[in-house]
């Protein structure tokens, strides 16, 4: 994109290109140079950034990548690339710099500037080994430190965990800016998935949502009376998914264990109405997985659960591995819910009757069952969220985003898709000299009615993203606006292409206004 004269994106900067224009020391025009977070930009920064600038003619500001911030969660709040641009819009500010390092210091010895400012809370009560290892960089070519005033000490860690700002808008725009993607490219990638042979195999779920009226409750016993008014059941789990694919405009074929029951023929019929190649295996020994809430009110007052999650059978395996190996389709898809179809013994051999050169993806929602997405090796794409991570690594404790990075090694997968719930996604993928290994996507939901089903929907449009332009980005895109769409309509309906175009104008619209 070109810049004009006006716009200060100019003043960024990569540390080669700066030497150049600042010469190197001594030089005619002083140099200052001040390094920090600036997660959100504060009045404490600005203070900061103006005693500095009235110290040297030039100022640069440095800030810390993304990759290095790893002192609370979910940190940084906004990328990289946005807190350059912001430092880049003050007019006190001369030149930005993202230092790709953990500390300043080999960009103080590259550039050399003649100050250095620190905030004075780094000096109070004497000098931090970091700070003085700073001093002795800058000593070493004859730099001086300079400690700015700070009567006020401000916090962005602690305005962010007060009231965190929606940057939501400018956040994505400049996701997309970085990585050359448009709004036209969202839509034609939309436009590109009808046809994408897709093959999904895993548990079939009757999500049944019981609707009642609360009557109140019984004297002798905490128990709530609820008068039954209506029963609506929706075919979830795994068979979502591929009703998911088959609207965006998908081939979909669907192989699934179901039992020997009237759940059975409402799924058959359902998924053949909407023109899904369904092979099922009907395993006499179990039912069909059906979970039911009973809703008062807007609130859900009980689940019930009918379900037999036993192993499948040597015969029923062998079955599943013929399918599986003689597809010719582009895509297959493991959505697997721990209801028996997949574990330990089986997601070997499924994994290796699959055919070369077909785009693996899996998701694995385990919930209050056990179950492992590691199990799941070298996939071209995998989905899990923050809680499914943290029980396949053994890790309560860590960060997000080196919880994530850990899990997307171990994993040996080409694209990690982390969910947060309402904090949007984190997508990892093999970085290059032209692109980062991480980024995240701030969720579009723009008013929550029911989170079930969001995982499914984003499952299945980033698969399809992936299949069509092979982008990360875009597939992390339109899967979090279709999962936004799941979230805001009641039960587990799969997702029209068409709203996921209203929902993308929608956020067009407001990032112009942005």
Request: with cysteine; charged share 25%.
């Amino acid at each position: 994109m070109a810049m004009n004269e006006n716009d200060y994106r100019r003043k960024i900067k990569s540390r080669e290109e700066l030497r150049e224009i600042i010469g190197e020391h001594p030089r005619q025009k002083s140099v200052i140079m001040c390094h920090g977070t600036f997660d959100l930009v504060h009045p404490g920064h600005v203070r900061h950034l103006m005693y500095a600038k009235s110290k040297a003619d030039i100022l640069i500001a440095s800030l810390t990548c993304d990759a290095h911030i790893k002192k609370a969660n979910f940190r940084p709040f906004v990328p990289q690339q946005l807190r350059a641009m912001n430092l880049a819009a003050l007019e006190a500010v001369d030149y930005v710099i993202v230092d790709d390092n953990p500390t300043p210091l080999e960009n103080i010895s590259f550039l050399q500037p003649d100050y250095f400012a620190k905030g004075y809370e780094y000096y109070d009560g004497g000098v931090h080994p970091r700070t003085r290892e700073e001093m002795d960089v800058l000593e070493s070519y004859g730099g001086e430190i300079i400690f700015t005033p700070g009567d006020v000490v401000y916090s962005s860690s602690s305005m962010i965990d007060v009231a965190p700002p929606n940057l939501s808008s400018e956040k994505l725009l400049a996701l997309m800016e970085s990585e050359g993607v448009t709004f036209d490219d969202l839509r034609r990638a939309l436009e590109s998935f009808r046809g994408v042979r897709v093959h999904v195999v895993g548990d079939t779920i009757v999500d049944t949502y019981v609707f009642c009226s609360l009557t109140g409750g019984i004297a002798k016993t905490p128990t709530f009376s609820l008068k039954y008014e209506e029963q609506v059941d929706f075919a979830g789990g795994a068979a979502v998914v591929s009703k998911h694919m088959r609207k965006a405009g998908a081939e979909v074929k669907f192989s699934t264990v179901l039992g020997d029951d009237a759940l059975k023929d409402f799924v058959l019929e359902d998924l053949a109405a909407q023109g899904i190649q369904c092979e099922p295996i009907v395993d006499h020994t179990r039912p069909t997985t059906q979970k039911s809430v009973f809703i008062a009110g807007g609130y859900r007052m009980l689940k019930v659960d009918k379900l037999d999650n036993h192993p499948i059978s040597d015969k029923i395996l062998a079955e599943l591995k013929e399918s599986i190996a003689d597809d010719k389709v582009d895509v297959v898809i493991f959505s697997d819910f721990r209801h028996g179809i997949f574990n330990r013994e089986t997601i070997p051999e499924l994994t290796a009757s699959l055919p070369a050169n077909v785009i693996k993806v899996a998701d694995s929602q385990v919930a209050s069952r056990w179950g492992n997405i590691l199990d799941f090796q070298g996939f071209d794409l995998i989905t899990p969220n923050e809680k499914e991570a943290r029980f396949a690594l053994g890790d309560q404790d860590s960060t997000v985003r080196p919880m994530a990075m850990e899990l997307y090694k171990r994993a040996d997968c080409k694209t990690l898709i982390l969910k947060l719930g309402d904090k949007g996604i984190i997508t990892y993928r093999a970085p290059d000299p032209e692109v980062r290994s991480f980024f995240t996507v701030d969720s579009f939901v723009d008013h929550l009615v029911d989170a079930v089903g969001a995982g499914d929907a984003l499952l299945s449009y980033a698969t399809l993203a992936i299949a069509t332009t092979q982008s990360s980005v875009i597939a992390s895109i339109l899967g979090s606006i279709a999962a936004a769409l799941a979230c805001e309509h009641e039960g587990n309906n799969p997702v029209a292409p068409e709203d996921v175009l209203k929902k993308l104008k929608a956020v067009e619209r407001r990032i112009q206004y942005a």
